[in-house]
């Protein structure tokens, strides 16, 4: 089932052409990575994806079933506020708030979702820790957490991996691989080649205003 369709689409700011030509589909189940150097494009064409840029020409098709809060999206960490005066509960708790309508409390179901996420991703011990106290790749299993503890059917992740060393980069990737073999669908955009392509199912790499796709299984 094609989650993502993009048609010979060309992506860029106002009529800035940045890339073009780009044909791909994001299949449920695949593992999907987004690769070039900077200033190829990755983070253009992801905005462009996820409808936060229209695109010059072509087109990109998202299935209906992403159209209800089905994309969790987790953004370069350089994007991410990293002063939230809260605790690693209460940020994993947050990613209950699209599951509540016009509710303004928390109920069990969204507390039990919180508390299952946090120990998905091995960090219920540091439930009542301060968010702007924890390591690089602390601070990433909360996030992914939070954008998990409400299931999603799409997970797109830019640059997980901006500021944390070889270790956390290494158990960020492995995280990642786990919840894909679990059956969840990831789209990531990184410039680290090497790495992802022993993980990713699917290869998309932006170069000298084209692209050039790789199926890898």
Known sequence: MSLITCDNMAVGYGDE????????????????????????????????????????????????????????YL??????????????????????????????????????????????????????????????????RVLLARTLAYPKRLLVLDEPTVGLDIVASEELYSLVEDLNASGQTIMMVSHDAAAVEKYANKIVKLTDGGFREEDLR
């Open 75 to 140: 953004p370069q960490t350089t994007a991410i506020r990293e002063d939230f005066p809260a605790t690693v509960h209460e940020i994993v708790l947050s990613g209950m708030l699209p599951s509540m309508g016009r509710r303004p409390f928390y109920g069990k179901k969204e507390k039990a979702n919180a508390v299952a996420s946090m120990e998905r991703f091995g960090i219920a011990a540091i439930a009542d820790r301060n968010f702007t106290k924890l390591s690089g790749g602390q601070k990433q």
């Open 17 to 72: 052409l940045v890339c073009e030509g780009i044909s791909f589909s994001v299949e449920q189940g695949d593992y999907l990575c987004i690769v070039g150097e900077n200033g190829s494009g990755k983070s253009t064409l992801l905005k462009t994806i996820l409808g936060l840029l229209p695109p010059i020409s072509g087109t990109v098709t998202v299935a209906e079933v992403l159209k209800a809060g089905q994309i969790g």
